[in-house]
C-alpha cells in the first residue's frame, strides 16, 4: 500500500509529483503495483485464487501489462453471484472483516443492494485522491465547501467531505435535501466550493433566484459536479457556469472505484488516477483494445486496493482516451468529453451511434425548453422486420406552450442537422417529466 503524501505548499502547482510522472516510468510503477497486488488475490481462497487456479494462471504469466488483457474480464454478475454463495460480504472481499472499515452500497435497482469494501488504508488513499482533484481545480486551504452530494447510504458525500477535509478546506457536509437551509448556510457562510450533481447544482440556482438571490453574486467560485453526465455536456456546463458566475469542473467515480478520473483546470478531459487504477479501453462486442480516440467501454483493475481489489472489472461506461500530455502538464491519461454514455443505454440509429449526453447537450443548448428530456425506443421507431433503429421519440417540455410547435420543429431540425438522427420531438407540458438529484432515466425501451 502507498502512503499517502503530505499536503504540498499552498502555491505548489501539483497535489501529489506522480500526476506528472514520464509515462515509461508510469508503466513501470503500474506493472509493479498490478504484481503484488495479483499476488496477493493469488493467495487464499477469493474469486480471484479460484478463477485463476481454473485457467492454469500465475503472476508469472504477467511479463508486461499487455498481458493483463488474457484474463477475463470480472461482471457485476459476478460479484453478485458471490455475495450469494458466501454472504453477506460475497468473495471478493480479500481481507478478513474485522479488517473493514468502511462499507458502501449499490444505489441500483437490483433486489439486493451490493456491498464495497474499504481498509482504513484504502480510505485514506480515497480522500487523498480526491484532495489531488480538488487542488487540481484551484481549491485551497481556507476555501468553504458546502457538500451536496447525498450521505445517505450513497458513497459520494462522505468520499468528498474526507478529501476536501484533508486538503484543508472548511467542509459543511450537507446533502442534498432542504433547499431553503442549502441556500442559508451558502450565504452565511461565504461558501466557495461545491460538490454536487449537476440537476441539483441547476435546481438550487434556480430557486435561489425565485426568493430574489442571485446566485452568480454569491462566494461560490467552484463547483465539481458528478454522479450524471454533467460539466463535460458542454451546454449543461454553460448553463451552470453562467447561473453561478463560477467555474464548473466534471468527475467521474462509481460505486467500485472511487474515484475514476476527475478535470483540471484545463477542462479539457478528466485524468484517470493512473497509478490508482489500470484503465483498458475495449470494444464492447469483441473486447478488443481500441486505440487512443476511438470509443469504447472502459474496463478497470486496481493497482493498490486492500478490501474487495477488482481485477478488469467492466465499467459498462463508453470513454474516449486522450494519453498525450495535458496543456496542465500533467501526464495521466485523459477522457475526452467524459463519459459519453452506457454500453447498454447507446442507440444505434441507421448506423450512427447515438448517446443521450449528445441529445441533452442540443435540448440544453435551445432557449425555451426546460432541462429536461426523455428518449423513447418503441415500435413506431423500429424497421419493423428486422427491429433496427431509424429514428428516436424525444419529450422534452415547451416553457410557454404557446411555442411548443415551432419549438419541436427547430429542436427535430437541430438533431438533425448535429447528429445525423431523425427525431420524432413531442412537447410536454412543464413538470410532467422525472426530476431527480441523482441519475435521471433518459432512455426508456419499449416494446
Ligand atoms: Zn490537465
Given at each position: 500500500m502507498t502512503a499517502v503524501a503530505a499536503r504540498p505548499a499552498a502555491d505548489a502547482a501539483l497535489w501529489d509529483p506522480a500526476e506528472a510522472i514520464d509515462r515509461a516510468a508510469l508503466r513501470d510503477l503500474q506493472l509493479g503495483r498490478l504484481r503484488s497486488q495479483l499476488q496477493r488475490l493469488s493467495e487464499g481462497d477469493g474469486f480471484y485464487a479460484g478463477r485463476f487456479r481454473e485457467l492454469g494462471w500465475s503472476v508469472a504469466?504477467?511479463?508486461?501489462?499487455?498481458?493483463?488483457?488474457?484474463?477475463?474480464?470480472?461482471?457485476?454478475?459476478?460479484?453478485?453471484?458471490?455475495?450469494?454463495?458466501?454472504?453477506?460480504?460475497?468473495?471478493?472481499?480479500?481481507?478478513?472483516?474485522?479488517?473493514?472499515?468502511?462499507?458502501?452500497?449499490?444505489?441500483?435497482?437490483?433486489?439486493k443492494p451490493a456491498p464495497q469494501f474499504w481498509t482504513q488504508a484504502d480510505l485514506d488513499r480515497w480522500a487523498d485522491l480526491y484532495a489531488r482533484y480538488a487542488w487540481a481545480i484551484?481549491?485551497?486551504?481556507?476555501?468553504?465547501?458546502?457538500?451536496?452530494?447525498?450521505?445517505?447510504?450513497?458513497?459520494?458525500?462522505?468520499?468528498?467531505?474526507?478529501?476536501l477535509q484533508r486538503l484543508g478546506a472548511t467542509?459543511?457536509?450537507a446533502g442534498n435535501q432542504d433547499t431553503e437551509r442549502q441556500i442559508a448556510t451558502l450565504m452565511d457562510y461565504g461558501t466557495t466550493v461545491l460538490f454536487g450533481t449537476p440537476s441539483f447544482m441547476v435546481h438550487l440556482a434556480l430557486e435561489m433566484q425565485r426568493r430574489g438571490i442571485d446566485p452568480a453574486r454569491s462566494r461560490v467560485r467552484i463547483i465539481a459536479v458528478g454522479g450524471e453526465p454533467g460539466a463535460s455536456v458542454p451546454a449543461t456546463r454553460r448553463r451552470i457556469e453562467a447561473l453561478w458566475n463560477a467555474k464548473c469542473y466534471d468527475a467521474y467515480g462509481c460505486l467500485e472505484f472511487q474515484p475514476i478520473a476527475a478535470e483540471c483546470e484545463a477542462q479539457d478531459g478528466l485524468h484517470l488516477f493512473e497509478d490508482f487504477s489500470y484503465a483498458e479501453i475495449v470494444d464492447a462486442e469483441s473486447g478488443a483494445p481500441v486505440p487512443?480516440?476511438?470509443?469504447?467501454?472502459?474496463?478497470?483493475?486496481?493497482?493498490?486496493?486492500?478490501?474487495?481489489?477488482?481485477?478488469?472489472?467492466?465499467?459498462?461506461?463508453?470513454?474516449?482516451?486522450?494519453?498525450?500530455?495535458?496543456?496542465?502538464?500533467?501526464?495521466?491519461?485523459?477522457?475526452?468529453?467524459g463519459v459519453r454514455g452506457r454500453a447498454d443505454d447507446m442507440l444505434v440509429v441507421r448506423g450512427v451511434n447515438l448517446f443521450p449526453s449528445a441529445v441533452e447537450d442540443v435540448v440544453r443548448a435551445m432557449p425555451g425548453l426546460s432541462d429536461e428530456y426523455r428518449i423513447i425506443v418503441?415500435?413506431?421507431?423500429?424497421?419493423?422486420?428486422?427491429?433496427?433503429?431509424?429514428?428516436?421519440?424525444?419529450?422534452?417540455?415547451?416553457?410557454?406552450?404557446?411555442?411548443?410547435?415551432?419549438?419541436?420543429?427547430?429542436?427535430?431540425?437541430?438533431?438533425?442537422?448535429?447528429?445525423?438522427?431523425r427525431a420524432h420531438v413531442e412537447a410536454v407540458p412543464v413538470n410532467s417529466l422525472e426530476r431527480s438529484t441523482h441519475k435521471s432515466k433518459r432512455v426508456i425501451r419499449e416494446a
Open positions: 504469466d504477467l511479463r508486461s501489462l499487455d498481458d493483463l488483457p488474457r484474463l477475463p474480464v470480472t461482471r457485476k454478475a459476478d460479484y453478485i453471484a458471490s455475495l450469494g454463495e458466501a454472504p453477506p460480504f460475497g468473495r471478493f472481499a480479500a481481507v478478513p472483516s474485522d479488517r473493514i472499515a468502511r462499507i458502501h452500497f449499490s444505489s441500483g435497482t437490483t433486489a484551484g481549491v485551497r486551504p481556507g476555501d468553504v465547501f458546502q457538500c451536496l452530494f447525498g450521505f445517505t447510504w450513497f458513497v459520494g458525500g462522505l468520499g468528498a467531505t474526507a478529501g467542509c459543511i457536509p487512443d480516440g476511438t470509443p469504447g467501454v472502459l474496463v478497470l483493475t486496481h493497482l493498490d486496493k486492500q478490501a474487495g481489489p477488482l481485477v478488469r472489472w467492466f465499467t459498462g461506461d463508453i470513454v474516449v482516451r486522450d494519453s498525450s500530455r495535458c496543456a496542465c502538464g500533467r501526464t495521466h491519461a485523459r477522457l475526452i468529453g418503441d415500435k413506431s421507431v423500429r424497421e419493423a422486420d428486422t427491429g433496427f433503429l431509424n429514428g428516436i421519440r424525444l419529450q422534452v417540455e415547451a416553457l410557454d406552450p404557446a411555442q411548443a410547435a415551432s419549438l419541436t420543429e427547430k429542436l427535430a431540425a437541430e438533431i438533425r442537422a448535429r447528429l445525423q438522427v
